[in-house]
């Protein structure tokens, strides 16, 4: 069956600008995650959602970000303002459970310039 | 608070010869804990999961991964490496509502 799709793929943006990144999960997954990734590095995770309750949001770094995520399935992360610190991969999951394992996106490369 | 500990940023092995990948853990309650491989350029692939039962678990690609809940520790381990297994390793681990990942070691297999 169908991954988790993200889009865009790529996005090159001007400092300042806003951007919107799009999560496509897995059909019947209740849990979705966002990360940020830097080149190289580890995981930073940003938000949770599960199901219709409210997302965890203590990992979103400033109030720049946001994301939201419609019906219980697409989600999007918001960044308003981009800044340089704002460059890396953005990473979507989701899982069956918040106990189950995570299936991963491609991701989205966003290079603020 | 829950963290996730990969001691090594790299590991290097020669083919045919047994790795090890080390991951510790601190969490509060019963843990679920998860390996997760990234080739490059590629998206993450979940490898095994420890949730309960038998402390050794058996993944993909012939991985296995040993539950020590005493010396709180999730080690990867394959009998015998291939030049393929070479990638990034990120060991996380599950406890309530957080969801906590390793800084990630990458492993390179040698020929």
């Known amino acids: 069956g169908a991954g988790v799709s993200q889009s865009p793929s790529n996005k090159v943006t001007e400092k300042g600008k806003d951007v919107e990144l799009r999560c496509d999960p897995i059909s019947g997954h209740t849990a979705l995650y966002w990360y940020r990734q830097s080149l190289g590095q580890g995981l930073e995770f940003l938000i949770y959602?599960?199901?219709?309750?409210?997302?965890?949001k203590s990992g979103l770094p400033s109030d720049r970000f946001s994301a939201e995520r419609t019906g219980g399935s697409v989600s999007t992360l918001t960044i308003q303002r981009t800044q340089q610190e704002d460059s890396a991969v953005y990473l979507c999951?989701?899982?069956?459970?918040?106990?189950?394992?995570?299936?991963f996106g491609p991701g989205t490369r966003l290079t603020v310039t | 608070a829950q963290s996730v500990a990969q001691p090594e940023d790299q590991v290097n092995v020669a083919e045919g010869n047994p790795l090890t990948v080390k991951c510790t853990y601190s969490?509060?309650?019963?843990?679920?804990l998860f390996w997760y491989v990234q080739y490059p350029n590629r998206g993450l692939q979940f490898l095994l999961k420890y949730i309960t039962g038998d402390n050794l678990v058996k993944g993909s690609y012939g991985f296995e991964a040993e539950f020590n809940k005493s010396q709180t520790s999730f080690h990867l381990k394959k009998p015998s490496a291939l030049v393929s297994d070479s990638a990034l390793y990120f060991c996380a681990v599950r406890a309530g509502q957080n969801f906590v990942f390793g800084p990630g070691t990458r492993l390179s297999v040698l020929p």
């Open positions: 969490v509060s309650g019963n843990p679920y």
């Open positions: 959602f599960q199901g219709n309750s409210a997302p965890d």
């Open positions: 999951a989701s899982s069956f459970t918040t106990s189950s394992e995570q299936y």
